[in-house]
């Protein structure tokens, strides 16, 4: 063996001794270990709305089929396939694997082949003069590698920052998932309850249309003033002023659900043409417990997965304080002549450790880490208002739901009593023994009793919808997409 062999065996051996030893060494890392925050719950929700709760778990993968509609199930399975928010919130999860790819490629060894063709001439004006080729030609070719040793887990801590990132964004998705059912169904309802309302004020309009043609028989048998004819008519046509808003609404509707479920305007009409009235679940309704928010709600989940990237983005800063250590290694192949590039004499190679330490950065780096730390605190405190937020929406829609219901019973004896109302001050109109104004006011609130009944049931429904969504309702497995590739280019 040449004594240039022997001196390259020893460097070998020397350079792969110290990176077992720099390996081990290496499993310190910097920074703070992520903990999940300890979050207080209440034991059980509030007592206003305990005598509607059934104490099951609640059911949410598929909540919309409790309101027993096929449109609705069929609206909510086209947004599923076909919403554009949707393949948004995929591609955020696939970017974020695709960074999280990044981050794991910094721990890894980093390689570069290249080459190149140099020719010079050097000035003979010179102290020193050129050699007798001048000018002169340099064929190089070849490749270097470097590693970074990750000494204090910096490195490590920005995969852990990474892969908690991932999670936020699945979080993500599944939030998108819960928003679009939530507001598929919630237009959907709203789009029923108006084609109700207006049905309601159609049949209003033609029985006060039948009390305008009263007053002019009436007038015309001299049997009443003009003022009975004109009051009529005044009332007639504020109640048909009503339907053009409503049907504005209805196609707003219309038009907000095509959005959701991926089309434009008019593709949904054939589905919606038959009216199947306001879908309705049953009365009273399961909510587990409010622990079950921690796992259930995408927006608590996403914040805890915030809160742990931003956690380990203290170790990344942490790393710049201590000494970076990167293991280079260069071989090249190189001769004034193309023909002997690939000879052996033509070898050229240079190899060992680098270290490097940044001892003074006149405060960047204790700022960043204060920065990042900072930054966790805020994490932490969105993390906790998220969960505050979901304690309050359930319960904020439970309630809604009980004392709606309470409404909608109260409203029913008045749309029965007022009914009964106009049929006996007609007669009495009729027989000449009240004014016509009577009859006015018993056909204004029999109207405003029966709109406001729709209307109430609707916001059961609404409350229904919104009490799901608060519970984390339409949660599922993430669609898996494509993984960065890792060690690759």
Same mark, same amino acid.
């Given at each position: 063996?040449?004594?240039?062999?022997?001196?390259?065996?020893?460097?070998?051996?020397?350079?792969?001794?110290?990176?077992?030893?720099?390996?081990?060494?290496?499993?310190?890392?910097?920074?703070?270990?992520?903990?999940?925050?300890?979050?207080?719950?209440?034991?059980?929700?509030?007592?206003?709305?305990?005598?509607?709760?059934?104490?099951?778990?609640?059911?949410?993968?598929?909540?919309?089929?409790?309101?027993?509609?096929?449109?609705?199930?069929?609206?909510?399975?086209?947004?599923?396939?076909?919403?554009?928010?949707?393949?948004?919130?995929?591609?955020?999860?696939?970017?974020?694997?695709?960074?999280?790819?990044?981050?794991?490629?910094?721990?890894?060894?980093?390689?570069?082949?290249?080459?190149?063709?140099?020719?010079?001439?050097?000035?003979?004006?010179?102290?020193?003069?050129?050699?007798?080729?001048?000018?002169?030609?340099?064929?190089?070719?070849?490749?270097?590698?470097?590693?970074?040793? &990750?000494?204090?887990?910096?490195?490590?801590?920005?995969?852990?920052?990474?892969?908690?990132?991932?999670?936020?964004?699945?979080?993500?998705?599944?939030?998108?998932?819960?928003?679009?059912?939530?507001?598929?169904?919630?237009?959907?309802?709203?789009?029923?309850?108006?084609?109700?309302?207006?049905?309601?004020?159609?049949?209003?309009?033609?029985?006060? /249309?039948?009390?305008?043609?009263?007053?002019?028989?009436?007038?015309?048998?001299?049997?009443?003033?003009?003022?009975?004819?004109?009051?009529?008519?005044?009332?007639?046509?504020?109640?048909?002023?009503?339907?053009?808003?409503?049907?504005?609404?209805?196609?707003?509707?219309?038009?907000?659900?095509?959005?959701?479920?991926?089309?434009?305007?008019?593709?949904?009409?054939?589905?919606?043409?038959?009216?199947?009235?306001?879908?309705?679940?049953?009365?009273?309704?399961?909510?587990?417990?409010?622990? &079950?928010?921690?796992?259930?709600?995408?927006?608590?989940?996403?914040?805890? /997965?915030?809160?742990?990237?931003?956690?380990?983005?203290?170790?990344?800063?942490?790393?710049?304080?201590?000494?970076?250590?990167?293991?280079?290694?260069?071989?090249?192949?190189?001769?004034?002549?193309?023909?002997?590039?690939?000879?052996?004499?033509?070898?050229?190679?240079?190899?060992?450790?680098?270290?490097?330490?940044?001892?003074?950065?006149?405060?960047?780096?204790?700022?960043?880490?204060?920065?990042?730390?900072?930054?966790?605190?805020?994490?932490?405190?969105?993390?906790?208002?998220?969960?505050?937020?979901?304690?309050?929406?359930?319960?904020?829609?439970?309630?809604?739901?009980?004392?709606?219901?309470?409404?909608?019973?109260?409203?029913?004896?008045?749309?029965?009593?007022?009914?009964?109302?106009?049929?006996?001050?007609?007669?009495?109109?009729?027989?000449?023994?009240?004014?016509?104004?009577?009859?006015? &006011?018993?056909?204004?609130?029999?109207?405003?009793?029966?709109?406001?009944?729709?209307?109430?049931?609707?916001?059961?429904?609404?409350?229904?919808?919104?009490?799901?969504?608060?519970?984390?309702?339409?949660?599922?497995?993430?669609?898996?997409?494509?993984?960065?590739?890792?060690?690759?280019?």
């Amino acid at each position: 063996m040449s004594p240039v062999d022997m001196q390259f065996k020893s460097a070998t051996l020397f350079l792969f001794g110290s990176l077992g030893t720099l390996m081990f060494q290496g499993c310190y890392t910097v920074g703070p270990d992520y903990v999940s925050p300890a979050t207080t719950m209440p034991d059980a929700w509030s007592r206003s709305v305990l005598r509607d709760l059934d104490g099951g778990a609640a059911s949410l993968s598929q909540w919309w089929k409790n309101f027993n509609d096929p449109t609705l199930n069929a609206l909510v399975e086209q947004a599923r396939h076909y919403n554009p928010d949707l393949r948004a919130a995929l591609g955020r999860i696939s970017e974020a694997r695709a960074l999280r790819g990044v981050a794991v490629s910094q721990a890894l060894p980093q390689a570069n082949a290249g080459g190149d063709f140099t020719r010079s001439r050097r000035s003979e004006n010179l102290l020193a003069p050129p050699s007798t080729d001048n000018p002169s030609n340099l064929y190089s070719a070849g490749f270097d590698a470097g590693w970074e040793i &990750d000494l204090f887990g910096g490195i490590r801590r920005s995969v852990e920052a990474a892969d908690a990132n991932i999670g936020a964004r699945e979080e993500d998705y599944r939030d998108a998932l819960v928003s679009l059912f939530a507001d598929v169904a919630l237009n959907y309802v709203e789009y029923r309850t108006l084609e109700l309302r207006i049905s309601v004020a159609l049949r209003n309009i033609a029985a006060q /249309r039948d009390s305008a043609g009263l007053t002019s028989q009436r007038l015309d048998a001299g049997l009443v003033p003009r003022i009975d004819v004109t009051q009529a008519e005044t009332n007639l046509y504020l109640s048909e002023a009503t339907v053009p808003l409503l049907r504005s609404q209805l196609v707003s509707s219309r038009n907000r659900l095509s959005t959701l479920t991926g089309g434009f305007p008019g593709s949904l009409d054939g589905m919606l043409n038959q009216s199947r009235g306001i879908p309705m679940p049953k009365a009273g309704f399961s909510a587990g417990l409010p622990c &079950d928010l921690l796992r259930a709600r995408p927006d608590i989940r996403r914040a805890e /997965r915030e809160l742990a990237a931003q956690t380990a983005l203290i170790g990344v800063a942490e790393a710049d304080l201590y000494p970076r250590l990167t293991l280079f290694g260069d071989f090249r192949l190189e001769s004034v002549s193309s023909g002997n590039l690939f000879d052996s004499a033509s070898r050229a190679y240079s190899f060992g450790p680098s270290f490097q330490w940044q001892i003074f950065s006149a405060g960047r780096i204790r700022n960043t880490i204060l920065a990042e730390e900072s930054r966790a605190s805020q994490a932490l405190a969105s993390y906790e208002s998220a969960v505050l937020k979901g304690v309050e929406e359930v319960e904020t829609s439970m309630a809604g739901i009980v004392y709606e219901r309470e409404r909608l019973s109260d409203l029913g004896q008045a749309v029965a009593s007022s009914r009964e109302t106009v049929n006996l001050v007609k007669d009495n109109y009729r027989n000449g023994l009240v004014s016509f104004q009577n009859v006015l &006011d018993a056909e204004r609130t029999k109207f405003s009793a029966e709109d406001e009944e729709i209307a109430s049931r609707g916001q059961i429904a609404l409350k229904y919808i919104t009490l799901y969504k608060a519970l984390g309702g339409g949660t599922e497995t993430v669609l898996t997409p494509s993984k960065a590739p890792v060690g690759e280019n």
